[in-house]
């Protein structure tokens, strides 16, 4: 009884090492590595982003090519793209686990079935994006920093919360894509309620001028922006979109009687984030409150 009590004790004593040191141990491919050892593979750019985040980039084998941010990732061995990853490339690469998105349920099943272990997450909203951080953090051995990136994100949101709530709310429309008719713009897709911007458009103080659409992505003509008479209009475009950015005050200029565009509040936002759902979302708040509070953007530096 006193041999089991000593081995009992020698067994716990190494156990409580590992879990201060941050290694507990899982099975890959049979053979027993620290959580933080872990290899990965990320099917989405903000998986990646958060993965470099938690200090685990030496684990990622395999990202998608549209994972260039940040540019380390760049020479990382690409596995195909968003929705079309090669799952052969993926089964030879062998990883111990691909983290997916919960719109890659149908890429899940077929991994599982090729007995690939996955960690789904959840990137569709602002606290969604800082639950994934917590649980990538928590399964590959991050969660110190994971908590300490939340808990330094939810003190941004929350300084930027509370100068916003005494202000005036302008209406605001996020153009999210568009059809020319020549240079001026004919349709458009704008920022819905059930998106991933309405809350930041929120957070940074302002009201989203179709807050009541059920559609993600309504389609709105030149007629019915006039009829929406936004205070503040921010178009998304990529890069690669220059020539349809570079210059955007012409091509509103059949709508002047519209507010954002009579008293010159269009802004374009062109960076690589803009696009991205992941833990650099509060940049974008960031630069929506300057768009429409642009007397506090000194306070939140």
Not at 199 to 226: C, F, H, Q, W
Request: a positive charge.
């Amino acid at each position: 009884m006193k041999k089991f009590a000593i081995v009992a004790l020698i067994f716990l004593f190494v156990f409580m090492i590992q879990y201060v040191a941050g290694k507990i141990y899982v099975e890959e491919n049979n053979v027993s590595v620290p959580k933080s050892k872990c290899t990965i593979i990320s099917l989405s750019p903000a998986v990646t982003e958060i993965v470099f985040l938690l200090g685990l980039e030496k684990n990622l084998i395999g990202v998608t090519r549209y994972c260039e941010y940040p540019p380390e990732a760049k020479p990382i061995k690409k596995i195909g793209g968003y929705y079309d990853p090669n799952l052969e490339e993926i089964t030879r690469l062998n990883p111990a686990y691909v983290i997916v998105g919960t719109e890659h349920k149908l890429i899940d099943e077929k991994l599982r079935k090729l007995n690939i272990n996955t960690v789904m997450v959840d990137n569709s909203s602002p606290e969604n994006i800082l639950n994934s951080i917590l649980t990538i953090g928590k399964k590959f051995g991050r969660e110190n920093i994971a908590y300490k990136i939340v808990t330094r994100t939810h003190k941004r949101m929350d300084l930027i919360r509370d100068l916003t709530k005494e202000v005036t709310k302008p209406k605001v429309m996020v153009v999210f894509g568009q059809d020319m008719a020549g240079e001026e713009k004919n349709k458009m897709y704008i920022i819905g309620k059930d998106t991933f911007y309405n809350p930041l458009i929120e957070l940074a103080g302002g009201e989203n001028i179709v807050r009541d659409s059920k559609v993600p992505y309504p389609l709105v003509t030149t007629e019915g922006v006039m009829q929406l008479n936004p205070d503040v209009i921010v178009e998304l475009h990529s890069r690669i979109d220059s020539k349809n950015y570079s210059n955007v005050d012409k091509q509103w200029i059949n709508l002047s009687h519209v507010n954002a565009v009579k008293n010159g509040r269009i802004f374009v936002m062109n960076s690589d984030y803009a696009f991205i759902p992941g833990p650099r979302f509060i940049k974008i708040a960031g630069d929506f409150l300057r768009f429409f509070h642009p007397q506090l953007e000194s306070r939140i530096k």
